[in-house]
């Protein structure tokens, strides 16, 4: 069993950055895709990002540069770094865990996930 526990939401400015953190136990997460969703009351939840377990296996959803996902697999965490923050960015983030780390992390369906951060992102 993985457990993920997500944490650094909070107030953000249009602009400005925000930096996620989500801390995972229970297994050695070094085989693992690792992912970020988001979702907005009353919209669906929406993949942001995921990494496999590869080196250069990152992937966005908008990959204009703005979003840097991140893991230390000494640590067991993965980061999120949104940097130019919009408007529609502030959201509930999840962190999510698969052990299917070599597949095509945009494409699994993940099957761990976090609560999401005890104090959201807003603006």
């Known amino acids: 069993q993985v457990q993920l526990v997500e944490s650094g939401g909070g107030l953000v400015q249009p602009g400005g950055s925000l930096r996620l953190s989500c801390a995972a136990s229970?297994?050695?997460?070094?085989?693992?895709?690792m992912a970020w969703f988001r979702q907005v009351p009353g919209k669906e939840r929406e993949w942001v990002s995921c990494?496999?377990?590869?080196?250069?296996?990152a992937n966005y959803a908008d990959p204009g540069g703005r979003f840097t996902i991140s893991r230390d697999n000494v640590k067991n965490t993965v980061t999120l770094q949104v940097n130019s923050l919009k408007p529609e960015d502030p959201a509930l983030y999840y962190c999510?865990?698969?052990?299917?780390?070599?597949?095509?992390?945009?494409?699994?369906?993940?099957?761990?996930w976090g609560q999401g951060p005890q104090v959201p992102v807003s603006s």
């Open positions: 999510a865990a698969d052990r299917r780390g070599g597949s095509y992390c945009p494409m699994i369906e993940y099957q761990y």
């Open positions: 229970g297994r050695d997460l070094d085989y693992y895709a």
């Open positions: 990494i496999g377990s590869s080196e250069g296996s």
